[in-house]
């Protein structure tokens, strides 16, 4: 599986076990800002951050972190896929 497959499943997965990502095509579900819509608490962002460095084998850094991309869902696979390549 390419890098961009392993991110996106991740991603995917991660957030549809939280709920469903607004949206009916997969260009709106790639835009979602799950930050402005709060679909996760300062938990559930700990928590997205410490099962994708586990289970990808990744290091988030403060830049990453603070990357507005980092608050959408592609913008989010796009970050996972550049540390997984």
């Given at each position: 599986m390419d890098n961009h497959k392993i991110a996106k499943s991740f991603v995917l997965d991660f957030f549809g076990n939280?709920?469903?990502?607004?949206?009916?095509?997969?260009?709106?579900?790639?835009?979602?800002?799950?930050?402005?819509?709060?679909?996760?608490?300062?938990?559930?962002?700990?928590?997205l951050i410490v099962e994708a460095e586990s289970k990808l084998k990744i290091s988030f850094s403060s830049e990453d972190l603070e990357n507005p991309e980092f608050k959408k869902i592609g913008g989010l696979i796009r970050i996972i896929e550049s540390k997984l390549g």
């Open positions: 939280i709920g469903r990502i607004p949206g009916d095509t997969e260009a709106q579900h790639l835009d979602y800002d799950y930050v402005q819509d709060q679909m996760l608490d300062s938990f559930g962002l700990i928590t």
